[in-house]
């Protein structure tokens, strides 16, 4: 960990001012992904700017029938909202699928969108790594691949964007909304928000420098059932194999979304158009493309398993 | 004391106190967060200075040249030992790679630098301040480029051992000539402990005396290579390691954070404190190797086995040793003719050490899965296959018998415990919901070593008693049956028990590994407690042989109370237990049955546990509790191996990838379903003056089998390569209907 200071903003627009203003500065919200990684100096960031005081720890109504939850709501605040479960179940699923109670009690919905990849290889300052260290190389092209992306990626990266709440705000087409250091407000949606590697895989999202996601917003609710099944080594506590968020209506129409996959939570229009015809239709359609590793080659026919059996309970 | 013949009467046999279910009694202490464990002894040492280790960033080659500069300018910093100023260093005799690289790098995450500073973030930072040039040279890094690899004897140093070769009969002909046969290759990967509490070690210098507060299961061994390593005499070191957060072998020997801390120390002048990052300790530390394992079994139509083979293939450092893999074959089942081999790779990956039942757990992995492939073949149930290989004797000495065995009782009572007679035999047949569900059986085999173990027992002149002894506890409840131990010889309560541990100038234990360490410290407690009953016996005038029993002393027509004794001062009496040959004139060893019922998904080819059960035969169970949380730990840990655990090999830079608690997964809760353990507790004569034998490890040995065989029986997808992950076998699954 790089020696770094330390303040505490009082509304979002200072804290994005505050970070706009300061180079090498970053938010800090729950920390429990970035104080791991500034541990490793995979992140030095030179200061810090605290958003915990900038009262963005609200769920509210909005005007168009959905949901706002503020930026600083914990997971579990925002997975057990009776609001959110009775009306968003996919997000309620994929929320505590993820990570464990006590983590969950201390990340935020704005940082959890924010999380940085797993790949081992990142993790390890000796390895090559272009999304470590632009222009290094990535050790894991030919190396330990198994959970890493089989589509979206680049000759430059094939990280994968470990979340699963966001692979729920994909399937229920959320908004991002954000307020940057010049106090300018935007919303950008979900498919927009993550981005593919290419030859910049240090870029994760598309918020500009200071830019402070203020609130996740959801639509109005989405009838259908709602399933997020998450695939792993272990039954708790571990990034997914292959996940999947669908919302299924009783016609077998329906939209779905996959984790575990891509860089950023993998949704392709002609796929959920698919999903009467069955899972192998709207896999083929998802997957068009993939270029998997030897070692993550399971993830397509798992991907596609998955979805299958999500369309069985669907039916059932 | 001297234990050459089989154990008589003797008090333990009361067993007021020992054989009594009872919660540890350093548990208060645990649960509530005061147990000092060697990186929270900020009392022991005032000025402690903070140490932070720099690992190789290569796998294998020479340090060119280190740069200090800057880290020695960055805020805090007192002291940076690198190869270029420690002095001159040994090795340690357990060690197999130096602790220390340069200008040679023997593996990656090998120490290269120790950073001395005052606060912990300030070392960590400065020690990314140092510049390592490094030159790599190509090293060694698959197995499976060298299957050919040389044939090679040796012992896990914990209990296991096989010479290169092993002949028994005319294996090769009797194999040609079996009606049915099984001819089966398995792999096992490398495995790293995880224990929770890190290496981790607090050394200070007086003159030329160092003392290391430090985490450690084996005391004497430590003392002796921190000797060796800094090139001191031996009484010039002291150890204490009262508390040990978990070790499964992979804290048998002095590391890193021992000799780093002690030359950190010595550098910066001060005491410094030192904890292995847990990312550094997958490939800092020792693992157990990886296995290729392939097994041959001939059998007449009756289910005998005529012919075994099992040849193993495993790979450690230039002067390492092989996974004993091969050598519960050599015991485990009848036949005539036998074969067992042991070929050792030389791989330039970090070193290959004893982890929890060295040998035996891989090695069941793959026997006891061979057993059940025959079983089908055979169309035998596997329980009736183990039932009718069972052995009395030494299959390889046919005059040796077990000290005891009751294996077949093992698989019977856990058959008909877990109702085995509802499996299906024919797989794929049984369905829940989206789960396949199986049952597997597997037999569990691990040694019982004799090891000398001495303590000492002072009676107080409060009438409370004292047990001191270099044993540790490291996480098996040695506090406890040590104080029953001495409770039960000395005919007081166990809360009249005083148990000091770790210390290494107290008398010298067995130490903890290889399942030797309860028989024998409790031995060597008993001992002392003999001696001390004699010392007693004389100052009070009870004659030769008196009963101590409720705080009391009867002998000679007089009943004195104990504290009588003490009128006069302490009475302090040190003793150990020594073995004679019955470890040679008989076969000592530990027996189990697992049972298990997984279910995998029918879509995900996910594989989760349903239920559990252990019913081992261990001699007499000195604390049905805490022998009860060995063998479910034992049998979480067999489940990880199966299911989860391995250190994925980057074979291009020569590492271990996955070397943090995040990608490297062990079980969780949720991965466990209900286990159930059941005791025959049949005390043996032959183990020692207890009457007991080594459980710890036995829960290992065998589940991963048993594991893999109910996966086989639910979905018909026979495992031969661990652990059973789901890509593995996608392709096998049955074919959904869309």
Redesign the interface.
């Known amino acids: 960990?790089?020696?770094f200071t330390y303040t505490r903003a009082k509304t979002p627009a200072e804290a994005a001012a505050a970070v706009a203003g300061t180079p090498g500065a970053k938010f800090i919200a729950g920390g429990t992904n970035l104080l791991d990684l500034m541990?490793?100096?995979v992140e030095t960031p030179t200061h810090l700017v605290d958003i915990q005081d900038t009262g963005l720890d609200r769920i509210e109504k909005s005007a168009d029938g959905g949901l706002r939850i503020g930026a600083l709501v914990t997971n579990t605040t925002a997975a057990a909202d009776p609001r959110v479960r009775r009306d968003y179940g996919v997000l309620t699923r994929a929320i505590v699928a993820g990570a464990s109670g006590q983590l969950r009690n201390k990340a935020t919905t704005g940082g959890n969108l924010l999380q940085r990849t797993?790949c081992?290889?990142f993790?390890?300052?000796?390895?090559p790594c272009n999304k470590r260290k632009p222009g290094s190389g990535c050790?894991a092209i030919?190396?330990?691949s198994?959970g890493l992306a089989v589509i979206g990626s680049s000759d430059a990266c094939i990280a994968t964007y470990p979340g699963d709440m966001a692979v729920a705000l994909r399937v229920l087409d959320a908004g991002v909304e954000t307020v940057r250091g010049d106090g300018t407000k935007r919303t950008i949606p979900i498919a927009d928000f993550h981005r593919l590697p290419g030859d910049k895989p240090h870029i994760d999202n598309v918020l500009a420098p200071g830019e402070l996601i203020t609130a996740v917003t959801l639509p109005k609710p989405i009838a259908g059932r709602h399933f997020y099944q998450k695939?792993?080594?272990?039954?708790?506590?571990?990034?997914a194999?292959v996940s999947v968020a669908a919302v299924i209506r009783p016609d077998g129409t329906g939209r779905v979304a996959f984790g575990g996959v891509a860089h950023k939570p993998w949704r392709v229009e002609g796929a959920d158009a698919a999903l009467p015809q069955?899972?192998?239709a709207a896999a083929q359609l998802a997957f068009a493309g993939a270029r998997p590793t030897e070692e993550n080659a399971?993830k397509l026919?798992?991907a596609e398993?998955?979805l299958?059996?999500v369309?069985?309970q669907a039916k059932g | 004391m001297k234990f050459d013949t089989p154990a008589g009467t003797n008090p333990i046999d009361n067993k007021t106190v020992v054989g009594r279910p009872t919660s540890r009694i350093d548990g208060p202490l645990k649960v509530s967060g005061t147990a000092p464990y060697a990186y929270e002894r900020h009392d022991v040492v005032p000025h402690q200075a903070y140490g932070v280790i720099l690992g190789a960033?290569?796998a294998k080659g020479r340090i060119n040249r280190i740069d200090s500069a800057e880290a020695l300018r960055a805020?805090g910093v007192l002291a940076i030992v690198t190869h270029e100023n420690a002095g001159k260093l040994g090795k340690g005799k357990m060690n197999t790679a130096k602790l220390l690289a340069g200008p040679e790098v023997d593996h990656y995450h090998q120490a290269v630098a120790v950073v001395v500073a005052e606060t912990f973030?300030q070392a960590?930072?400065a020690a990314?301040m140092i510049r390592v040039d490094y030159a790599r040279t190509k090293g060694r890094f698959d197995l499976m480029e060298q299957k050919d690899a040389p044939l090679v004897g040796g012992s896990s140093g914990e209990g296991s051992g096989a010479p290169p070769i092993d002949r028994t009969g005319k294996f090769e002909e009797a194999f040609a000539a079996a009606p049915v046969k099984v001819d089966v290759t398995y792999t096992t990967p490398d495995e790293s402990h995880m224990m929770m509490e890190p290496h981790a070690t607090i050394a200070a210098w007086e003159g030329d005396s160092l003392r290391l507060w430090t985490s450690n299961q084996m005391i004497a061994w430590g003392k002796g290579d921190v000797a060796r390593t800094l090139g001191i005499p031996a009484d010039k070191v002291r150890l204490d390691s009262p508390y040990v957060g978990g070790g499964f072998g992979g804290k048998l020997f002095v590391r890193a954070d021992a000799i780093m801390a002690a030359l950190g120390a010595k550098a910066a002048g001060r005491p410094v404190k030192l904890a292995l990052a847990r990312?550094m300790i997958p490939n800092n530390t020792t693992h157990r190797p990886a296995t290729m394992q392939r097994v041959r079994l001939g059998a007449g139509q009756d289910g005998k086995l005529t012919a075994i083979a099992h040849e193993s293939l495993s790979g450690d450092l230039p002067g390492g040793g092989p996974e004993t893999a091969v050598s519960q074959t050599k015991l485990l089942y009848a036949g005539a003719n036998r074969l067992t081999s042991m070929r050792l790779a030389v791989l330039d990956l970090p070193e290959g050490n004893a982890m929890r039942a060295p040998g035996e757990a891989p090695g069941l992995m793959a026997l006891e899965v061979a057993m059940d492939e025959l079983a089908e073949k055979l169309g035998m149930d596997p329980v009736e296959l183990r039932i009718v290989n069972d052995t009395q004797v030494d299959p390889e000495k046919s005059g040796r018998a077990f000290s005891q065995r009751h294996l077949i009782e093992c698989l019977r009572t856990g058959a008909d415990r877990f109702g085995w007679n509802r499996r299906n035999s024919k797989p794929g047949q049984v369905r829940d919901g989206?789960w396949l569900v199986g049952m597997g059986v597997a037999a569990g085999f691990r040694n019982n070593l004799l090891m000398k173990s001495a303590a000492r027992v002072r009676l107080e002149r409060d009438g409370r008693a004292t047990v001191e002894t270099d044993m540790t506890d490291i996480g098996t409840g040695t506090y406890t049956i040590l104080a029953q131990t001495a409770a039960e010889m000395l005919g007081l309560p166990l809360d009249a028990i005083t148990v000091r541990l770790g210390d290494s100038d107290f008398p010298v234990s067995a130490g903890s590994g290889g399942q030797w360490g309860g028989n024998n410290s409790a031995a060597g407690v008993y001992a002392a407690c003999v001696k001390l009953r004699g010392l007693v016996a004389a100052r009070l005038g009870l004659g030769d042989n008196p009963e101590f029993a409720g705080g009391k002393v009867t002998g000679g027509g007089r009943s004195v109370q104990l504290l009588d004794a003490v009128k006069a001062g302490p009475i302090t009496a040190e003793d150990g237990i020594e073995y004679g040959d019955l470890d040679k004139t008989y076969q000592q060893s530990t027996f189990a049955a697992h049972f298990v019922e997984a279910g995998v998904?029918a879509?995900?080819?996910?594989v989760?546990l349903r239920r559990m059960l252990a019913v081992c035969d261990a001699g007499r169970i000195l604390n049905p509790k805490a022998a009860r949380s060995q063998v479910i730990g034992a049998m979480t840990m067999g489940a990880g191996a199966a299911?989860?655990e391995h250190l994925?090999?980057?074979k291009?830079?020569g590492f271990f990838?996955?070397?943090?608690l995040?990608?490297y997964?062990v079980?969780?809760?949720?991965?466990i379903p209900h286990q159930e353990v059941v005791f025959l507790d049949y005390p043996d004569d032959k183990s020692s003056p207890l009457k007991a034998k080594g459980v710890g490890e036995l829960g290992l040995c065998g589940v991963g089998a048993a594991i893999a065989n109910a996966v086989y029986n639910a979905a018909g997808i026979r495992v031969r390569d661990y652990?059973m992950?789901?890509?593995l076998h996608?392709?096998r699954?049955p074919t959904?209907r869309?």
Do not use: C
């Not at chain 1, 993790?123 to 390895?127: A, C, T």
């Not at chain 1, 792993?232 to 571990?238: F, I, L, Q, V």
């Open positions: 960990m790089k020696p541990k490793l100096q797993r081992p290889y993790y390890d300052p000796n390895q050790a030919g190396g330990y198994r695939v792993r080594d272990r039954a708790s506590y571990a990034f194999l069955g899972a192998k399971f026919p798992l398993r998955t299958a059996s369309l069985a | 960033a290569i805020p973030e960590r930072d990314t990312p989206r998904d879509w995900t080819g996910e989760r299911l989860m994925a090999v980057d291009r830079f990838v996955n070397h943090d995040a990608e997964e079980p969780v809760h949720a991965d652990p992950t789901l890509d996608l392709d699954l959904y869309a």
